[in-house]
Structures are given as structure tokens and as C-alpha cells.
């Protein structure tokens, strides 16, 4: 598990300064960064069955890091 999926920096690689700068200076951009990892392990977790869930509850899970993600990226790019 040394790659998970959709990891902002892969997501954003132009943007990784920045979110690392926001993140020292926003503790609400950093909570939102700590958020969407955190959901983003559990639907990684979930995919590969180590911790096998449901259909609506991977939905959610899904629907959430979206959201996050979209924010985030909202964020960085004001």
C-alpha cells in the first residue's frame, strides 16, 4: 500500500507548494487536508477489502473526498 490512489499531490502536483504553505498559515485548510486523507484511506482501505464495506457506505465515502477535494482545490486556487 506504499501508493494510495488519489492523493492530492498526485491530484494537484502543480499546486503542492501552495498547500503546503496554506496549511501553515489555515488551520481550517489544514483540517480540510487531514479530512479528505482520512477518507481517502478508508475508500482506498475499502477497494482493496482490507476493510470491506457497503455499497451506500462507499458511495458516501466517495461523495465526501469529492466534495473535500473540491473545496480544497477552491482553496488553492483563489
Not at 482506498?44 to 462507499?58: L, Q, Y
Not at 473545496?71 to 486556487?77: F, K, Q
Amino acid at each position: 500500500m506504499s501508493n494510495t490512489p488519489h492523493e492530492l499531490a498526485d491530484e494537484f502536483p502543480d499546486l503542492v507548494e501552495k498547500m503546503h504553505a496554506l496549511k501553515a498559515e489555515d488551520a481550517r485548510f489544514g483540517k480540510l487536508l487531514d479530512e479528505y486523507h482520512d477518507i481517502n484511506r478508508a475508500v482506498h482501505r475499502a477497494e482493496t477489502r482490507v476493510e470491506p464495506t457497503d455499497d451506500a457506505h462507499m458511495e458516501d465515502l466517495r461523495k465526501r473526498r469529492m466534495v473535500l477535494k473540491d473545496e480544497i482545490y477552491g482553496m488553492l486556487t483563489r
